[in-house]
């Protein structure tokens, strides 16, 4: 997916703080079931909030970026726990204007 800008990732940012995660990643780390049922919860809702339960921050991240390439999505926010994560549904439901 291509990049999006500031303006994008602050109006997702905002859309994003009454989310619940719907998907957690647990000690373990990525497996395919994880990517797989993270794909389907991108299907379902476009932007999605993932709680990952791993101490490292960089591994974290790692996970992020991981997600993201696997998933062709693009990552909104990483605070503490939490990632953000968005992609475009077809049509798209989330107006980005």
Do not use: F, W
């Not at 797989?36 to 591994?59: C, P």
């Amino acid at each position: 997916m291509s990049p999006i800008t500031l303006r994008q990732r602050t109006l997702l940012r905002a859309l994003a703080h009454s989310l619940n995660p719907v998907v957690s990643i647990g000690e373990a780390g990525l497996s395919p079931a994880i990517i797989s049922e993270t794909d389907v919860a991108l299907k379902s809702h476009e932007l999605i909030k993932i709680r990952v339960h791993s101490a490292d921050r960089q591994t974290r991240a790692n996970m992020l970026a991981e997600l993201c390439s696997a998933t062709d999505a693009v990552a909104v926010q990483h605070i503490g726990r939490v990632l953000v994560i968005y992609r475009p549904a077809s049509p798209p439901r989330i107006r980005l204007t």
